[in-house]
């Protein structure tokens, strides 16, 4: 009888729940997660440390098994979901403002049994599931269908900003973005959505650039808004609003954090204060050359020039030590994956399967572009981790829960709900 049992089992039974399943999708992702214990050990070895690779290598590993998992439930059943996900999600991220643990300047913790959690990593996810969600019942195709999300949207952006958590709050916007284009919104009203942000950046820093700016937000609101003169009017005004905002605010900031968000531009103004960071990025991603220095042989790495390096600023031992040829290897697996995401959302069963493709897909390309610009000196100190990279437990939990969501559309994309 064990004999009769044991001959029927097979590798094939195993796997069968999982046949249908991207496993490059899987795979890629594994490799990440792999290569950024290697890094991070490589980062940690000079300083006394010797935990956070096991850790980060053990968070991926039950983060694996729960994308496993959720590969295997059917997404659809989250819809009606929803709402209960987007009323915890709020819950956690206020609960953070009363009992959060602050660290690096951010009150973003909550201290469980030991383990400090990061609900705002979460609630990236959760955001993306909610709007799935609505915007499947209803395209962004008519603008009180885009303010109800951007209102939807605004209370856990809100809560975000109070920790404050400049770099979160910043992803959200990007996925709200990336999901409405997906949604059938005018691609002139997300431009709109973006421009009070720029005339503040703009009307501070180049007065003339500004005036070209509000030139074109004239044609784009004279061509995609109803109502043509009042739209055009309106936007054009809110543009002006928000230049000078933009200047009282600016007064209002502390020396620091103006450097935070401008010594991008010219490091060398603080060399040793806030500027120090940049800089030394730059070396140690310069001084990799073409193979790097080696595993484990970086000078800027293994002799602690840059603060905090195992988490935002992983990839700069990644450049290091392998050199410009790993650094595009480790930019080629990004964009493997963002195609696999595409080819996903293109070929979903239903709308609400191929948002949240979309969601996950615009979550990773703005952290992987605003990390790795953050890193080579084109673009501000803004604390985004890069995915399945940089050292963090909750982020990396939140990128394989997004990856176990996006291969159960994937997974049952030809299956009809019974």
Same mark, same amino acid.
């Given at each position: 009888?064990l004999?009769?049992?044991l001959?029927?089992?097979?590798w094939?039974?195993l796997?069968?729940?999982?046949k249908?399943?991207?496993w490059?999708?899987?795979?890629?992702?594994v490799?990440l997660?792999?290569?950024?214990g290697?890094?991070?050990?490589s980062?940690e070895l000079?300083q006394g440390?010797?935990?956070?690779?096991?850790?980060?290598?053990a968070?991926g590993?039950?983060?694996l098994?729960?994308?496993?998992?959720?590969?295997?439930?059917r997404?659809?059943?989250?819809i009606?979901?929803?709402?209960?996900?987007?009323?915890?999600?709020?819950?956690?991220l206020l609960?953070?403002?009363?009992?959060?643990?602050t660290?690096?300047?951010?009150?973003?913790?909550?201290s469980?049994?030991g383990?400090h959690?990061?609900?705002?990593e979460?609630?990236k996810?959760?955001?993306i599931?909610?709007?799935a969600?609505v915007l499947?019942?209803?395209?962004?195709?008519?603008?009180?269908?885009?303010?109800?999300?951007?209102?939807?949207?605004?209370?856990?952006w809100i809560l975000?900003l109070?920790?404050?958590d400049?770099g979160t709050?910043?992803?959200? /916007?990007?996925?709200? %973005?990336?999901?409405?284009y997906? *949604?059938?919104a #005018?691609? +002139?009203? =997300?431009?709109?959505?973006?421009?009070?942000?720029?005339?503040?950046?703009?009307f501070n820093?180049?007065?003339p650039?500004?005036f070209?700016?509000?030139?074109?937000i004239?044609?784009?609101?004279w061509?995609?808004?109803?109502?043509?003169?009042y739209?055009t009017?309106?936007?054009?005004?809110?543009n002006?609003?928000?230049?000078g905002?933009?200047?009282v605010l600016?007064?209002?900031?502390?020396?620091?954090?103006?450097?935070?968000?401008?010594?991008?531009?010219?490091?060398?103004?603080?060399?040793?204060g /806030?500027?120090?960071? %940049?800089?030394?990025?730059?070396? *140690?991603i310069? #001084?990799? +050359?073409? =193979?790097?220095?080696?595993?484990y042989?970086?000078t800027?790495?293994?002799l602690?020039?840059?603060?905090?390096q195992?988490t935002?600023f992983?990839?700069?031992?990644?450049?290091?030590?392998?050199?410009?040829?790993?650094a595009?290897?480790v930019l080629?697996?990004?964009?493997?994956i963002?195609?696999?995401l595409?080819?996903?959302a293109?070929?979903?069963?239903?709308?609400?399967?191929s948002?949240?493709?979309?969601?996950?897909l615009?979550?990773?390309?703005?952290?992987?572009?605003?990390?790795?610009?953050?890193?080579?000196?084109?673009?501000?100190?803004?604390?985004?981790p890069?995915?399945?990279?940089?050292?963090?437990?909750?982020a990396?939990l939140?990128?394989f829960?997004?990856?176990?969501?996006?291969?159960s559309?994937?997974?049952?994309r030809?299956r009809?709900?019974?």
């Amino acid at each position: 009888m064990l004999q009769r049992s044991l001959s029927r089992f097979s590798w094939k039974s195993l796997v069968e729940p999982w046949k249908e399943v991207d496993w490059v999708l899987f795979i890629l992702p594994v490799a990440l997660t792999v290569l950024g214990g290697i890094a991070i050990r490589s980062t940690e070895l000079n300083q006394g440390l010797v935990n956070y690779w096991w850790q980060h290598l053990a968070t991926g590993g039950i983060g694996l098994v729960a994308a496993l998992l959720l590969a295997r439930w059917r997404y659809e059943t989250l819809i009606q979901w929803k709402w209960i996900i987007y009323a915890i999600t709020n819950i956690t991220l206020l609960i953070v403002i009363f009992i959060g643990t602050t660290a690096n300047g951010a009150q973003s913790w909550i201290s469980v049994a030991g383990f400090h959690l990061q609900p705002s990593e979460f609630a990236k996810v959760g955001m993306i599931v909610v709007l799935a969600g609505v915007l499947e019942e209803r395209t962004a195709a008519t603008i009180p269908a885009v303010i109800k999300t951007l209102a939807i949207v605004a209370v856990p952006w809100i809560l975000i900003l109070m920790q404050p958590d400049l770099g979160t709050s910043l992803v959200f /916007g990007a996925i709200t %973005l990336g999901m409405l284009y997906w *949604a059938n919104a #005018n691609p +002139g009203w =997300l431009i709109l959505l973006i421009s009070p942000l720029v005339s503040a950046i703009v009307f501070n820093v180049y007065l003339p650039g500004w005036f070209a700016w509000a030139g074109l937000i004239v044609v784009i609101g004279w061509r995609s808004l109803p109502w043509r003169w009042y739209g055009t009017f309106g936007a054009l005004t809110v543009n002006l609003i928000s230049g000078g905002l933009g200047h009282v605010l600016w007064g209002l900031l502390k020396d620091y954090q103006k450097d935070r968000l401008t010594l991008f531009l010219d490091p060398n103004q603080d060399p040793l204060g /806030g500027g120090y960071h %940049l800089i030394q990025s730059s070396i *140690a991603i310069g #001084n990799g +050359g073409l =193979l790097g220095r080696g595993l484990y042989q970086g000078t800027q790495t293994q002799l602690n020039f840059i603060p905090e390096q195992h988490t935002d600023f992983i990839f700069t031992a990644i450049g290091e030590e392998l050199g410009f040829v790993g650094a595009v290897g480790v930019l080629l697996l990004f964009w493997l994956i963002c195609l696999r995401l595409v080819i996903i959302a293109q070929n979903s069963k239903d709308n609400f399967g191929s948002l949240l493709a979309i969601g996950v897909l615009s979550m990773i390309v703005f952290q992987v572009l605003v990390n790795v610009g953050m890193t080579i000196g084109l673009a501000p100190v803004t604390g985004i981790p890069l995915p399945w990279l940089s050292y963090g437990r909750s982020a990396l939990l939140t990128k394989f829960i997004a990856l176990g969501l996006v291969e159960s559309v994937y997974n049952f994309r030809h299956r009809l709900k019974f």
